[in-house]
């Protein structure tokens, strides 16, 4: 079983940045892609960003600019460094890996989710 950690979220100022990490454990043989997600209340959870086991990366317009993800792989992180916040970027932060057992088979993993507010 993995489990996914997140942490870093909180109350911030609008204009501000905060950081959040997410830390797989369990059993893992590798992390194929590694991604962050938000929802807020009635609607869908929406990807923000994503980052591949070689580095690429990809995001979401609205936050294209401000927003960089980053990993770690020996130590199965991904980072999101958050920039220059606007109240629309409140919402919960999930993060999402996609993980190889040792078995070679694939399974996607959720964290728990980790809350970021903005105020202005």
């Not at 990490?21 to 369990?26: L, R, T, W």
């Not at 936050?63 to 409140?90: C, W």
């Amino acid at each position: 079983q993995v489990q996914l950690v997140e942490s870093g979220g909180g109350l911030v100022q609008a204009g501000g940045s905060l950081r959040l990490s997410c830390v797989a454990s369990g059993t893992i043989f590798s992390i194929d892609a590694m991604g962050w997600y938000r929802q807020t209340p009635g609607k869908q959870r929406e990807l923000v960003a994503r980052i591949s086991s070689g580095g690429f990366t990809d995001y979401a317009d609205s936050v294209l600019g401000r927003f960089a993800i980053s990993r770690d792989n020996a130590k199965h992180t991904t980072y999101l460094q958050m920039n220059s916040l606007t109240p629309e970027d409140t919402a919960v932060y999930y993060c999402n890996a996609r993980v190889l057992s040792y078995s070679m088979s694939y399974s996607d993993y959720w964290g728990q989710g980790t809350q970021v507010t903005v105020s202005s």
